[in-house]
């Protein structure tokens, strides 16, 4: 627990560091692509380049706002809760931090929960010549816009925007930090018959989250009796985890937790809006495979 307070006050640090900073001066683009200057930066992409990954590492990859914290914390009960042991004070996020992070990162037991939110093109190759299986979590685009909209409101490590009109604008240009969300999907499109890789939807986890563990611990090879499954799945609530966010995210929690539901993109969507992110996934993913798993006129048509 020494760690975490710890990982804590360095959380308070940067949030005091991230309050004295333009919007501009919260963003820096590196190879093309936008990222938070905060918690990035470009020697940190360097020596992830060189971060010895494992055959048995447990990595799972996110665009922000599509289930990250959620699926983070069903791993770790997954890999230490259910074993009785104490989870690392690091923070799992691969890019986040200092060169420093990746030597205490290399210096844990197998296996590790590793986390990114980087495009599949920006993975470290090592990622890729060892095979490392590989979970990948998408969200609707529509609800995933407006909770990253909602992010960027709470949270003094990343630009503001003036109202959700003017945020919808970005998003849809790309603009925002770790790039497009249309090209992460496009990406990891090419890839969803891989036998390393599973995709998962936010939204059959809210389904049916049970069965969404069965199938993430199938897929890592982890053995987990029916009781398990559903303590993990009870411990996994939106509601528990937003109950304990100050206790297991400090003072990070009040912005990452917000509402955790499937349908909220109806309260801030115009019409237009709505028929412009129609025409976009029209374009990009209609009739693709990954396209085919987010339901999109299940979830993305009023």
Request: overall charge negative.
């Amino acid at each position: 627990m020494a760690n975490l307070k710890q990982l804590f006050e360095h959380a308070e640090k940067i949030l005091s560091v991230a309050k004295e900073k333009s919007h501009d001066e919260l963003m820096f683009t590196y190879k093309g692509v936008l990222y938070p200057s905060i918690l990035c930066s470009e020697e940190m992409f360097q020596a992830l380049d060189a971060f010895e990954f494992r055959p048995d590492d447990l990595l799972m990859v996110s665009y922000p706002k599509c289930g990250t914290n959620w699926t983070q914390h069903i791993l770790y009960d997954m890999v230490y809760t259910i074993s009785n042991q104490e989870p690392p004070g690091e923070i799992p996020m691969l890019e986040f931090g200092t060169p420093q992070k990746l030597e205490r990162l290399s210096n844990l037991p197998s296996p590790r929960v590793l986390i990114t939110h980087l495009h599949r093109d920006y993975l470290p190759e090592q990622v890729f010549t060892k095979k490392l299986k590989t979970l990948v979590v998408f969200r609707n685009p529509k609800d995933n816009a407006v909770s990253l909209f909602h992010f960027h409101l709470g949270n003094p490590l990343l630009p503001k925007y003036n109202s959700w009109d003017e945020f919808f604008t970005v998003f849809m240009s790309g603009e925002v930090n770790f790039g497009s969300y249309f090209d992460h999907a496009i990406a990891w499109n090419k890839h969803i018959e891989d036998e390393n890789v599973l995709i998962i939807m936010f939204e059959d986890m809210k389904k049916d989250l049970i069965a969404a563990i069965s199938q993430i611990a199938d897929f890592f090879s982890i053995h987990l009796t029916k009781e398990q499954i559903e303590l993990i799945a009870t411990n996994g609530s939106f509601k528990t985890m937003k109950e304990k966010s100050t206790e297991t995210h400090g003072p990070m929690g009040k912005f990452i937790f917000r509402k955790g539901e499937v349908g909220d993109w109806k309260n801030y969507f115009s019409e237009a809006q709505s028929l412009e992110m129609d025409a976009k996934f029209e374009a990009c993913l209609a009739g693709t495979k990954i396209g085919e798993k987010m339901k999109y006129n299940v979830y993305c048509k009023a």
